[in-house]
């Protein structure tokens, strides 16, 4: 019997030897991916900070150590875990995207720019990148980047990225502006892009045109009463002087 505990006592130290620090770190690592999964972000954090120390896990739980800081609004937070992962691997892709995203948050625009201008030259397939780097564009007042960005990166098709496409071209003054909000339309008959389209209309100088897509966009069932109202507003303005309209926009 003795010599039987004696057995299974050196079996235990061996065993216990033999998890090493990347062994748990990656229990560690499990634990926090479990945790966030469930959104108990205090819990993930803890066993996150835990497996950041060993190599093996460090980039993974950086990351989601930003995840973790944006999910609860810790904007700034959130910046440095993906830029930390960023100053040992310029080309993580994932951590560029989301440090873009969350400079976003932070209103740093030039900041934003660099990190999605770095994702396309790594993956220039990306559409929702090129959408999100067009956003940020229009944000800094340059409309013609935006506009090369939207087309260079394939970004044509989506109703949204139109809309963003007609947007910087309307700002430059250019009558192509009519053809993209008209595609945006035609894919996805949204009531608050209709009136912003009669409105540039308006801008332009073809009233009757205006008045048309205005009546269209009150037949739109989905158009809320407040924005209802908005739209009626301009359209009796529209009908008075012939001077423009009221945008109802996004």
Do not use: H, M, W
């Given at each position: 019997m003795k010599r039987f505990l004696s057995v299974l006592t050196i079996s235990s130290v061996l065993f216990v030897s033999c998890i090493t620090p990347a062994v748990k770190a990656e229990e560690y690592y499990a634990l926090g991916m479990a945790y966030f999964k469930l959104q108990r972000y205090a819990e993930a954090e803890t066993w996150f900070t835990k497996a950041k120390f060993n190599r093996t896990t460090k980039i993974a739980s950086e990351y989601y150590l930003g995840?973790?800081?944006?999910?609860?609004?810790?904007?700034?937070?959130?910046?440095?875990?993906?830029?930390?992962?960023?100053?040992?691997?310029?080309?993580?892709?994932?951590?560029?995207?989301?440090?873009?995203?969350?400079?976003?948050?932070?209103?740093?625009?030039?900041?934003?720019?660099?990190?999605?201008?770095?994702?396309?030259?790594?993956?220039?397939?990306?559409?929702?990148?090129?959408y999100n780097y067009a956003l940020v564009l229009m944000a800094m007042g340059k409309a013609e980047e935006a506009e090369g960005v939207l087309i260079r990166h394939s970004n044509t098709e989506n109703p949204m990225a139109l809309l963003i496409l007609a947007r910087s071209q309307r700002q430059r003054g250019r009558p192509e502006a009519a053809d993209a909000y008209n595609a945006s339309l035609l894919k996805e008959d949204d009531p608050l892009v209709r009136s912003e389209y009669a409105a540039y209309l308006a801008e332009m100088g073809l009233y009757e045109k205006a008045l048309e897509e205005y009546r269209r966009t009150l037949k739109n069932e989905k158009l809320s009463e407040e924005k209802r109202k908005t739209v009626q507003e301009a359209m009796g303005r529209l009908e008075t002087d012939g001077k423009g309209g009221t945008e109802a926009q996004h």
């Open positions: 995840r973790i800081a944006y999910e609860t609004g810790r904007f700034r937070e959130a910046k440095n875990c993906f830029e930390r992962i960023i100053v040992q691997d310029a080309d993580n892709i994932t951590a560029l995207k989301a440090a873009a995203y969350t400079c976003i948050k932070l209103e740093d625009y030039n900041l934003a720019e660099n990190y999605y201008r770095r994702v396309l030259e790594l993956v220039p397939e990306s559409y929702d990148e090129g």
